[in-house]
């Protein structure tokens, strides 16, 4: 059974950095698509940056672009998020997402908690 576990949140300055990992276990994140969700207290989880399966096209939603950049390591099966000059509107749960191009398989690490202090 696949197991993703997110890594590298704490609290972070406002204007700082941090570096999110995804690790996965008992399985392989070759062919598959990586993508971080995030959500705050009271409000619903979002999408923020996916990338492919080889690693050559990202995305990212509007409110992190230029400032959080999405990568991975499929030899390393390890999915990475570095997020620079971080907002207190950064402040939430952080999830990677491990899925198929049309999401009928999909797994979810546990999530690791970004807190953003001014």
């Known amino acids: 059974q696949l197991r993703l576990v997110e890594s590298g949140g704490g609290l972070v300055q406002f204007g700082g950095s941090l570096n999110l990992s995804c690790a996965a276990s008992?399985?392989?994140?070759?062919?598959?698509?990586i993508t971080w969700f995030r959500q705050a207290p009271g409000k619903e989880r979002e999408g923020i940056s996916c990338?492919?399966?080889?690693?050559?096209?990202?995305n990212y939603a509007d409110s992190v672009k230029g400032r959080f950049t999405i990568s991975r390591d499929n030899a390393g099966n390890t999915g990475y998020l570095q997020m620079i000059n971080v907002k207190s509107e950064d402040t939430a749960t952080y999830y990677c997402?491990?899925?198929?191009?049309?999401?009928?398989?999909?797994?979810w690490g546990q999530g690791t908690q970004v807190t953003v202090s001014s």
């Open positions: 008992g399985g392989t994140l070759d062919y598959n698509y």
């Open positions: 997402n491990l899925h198929t191009a049309n999401w009928i398989r999909n797994y």
């Open positions: 990338i492919s399966a080889s690693g050559t096209n990202a």
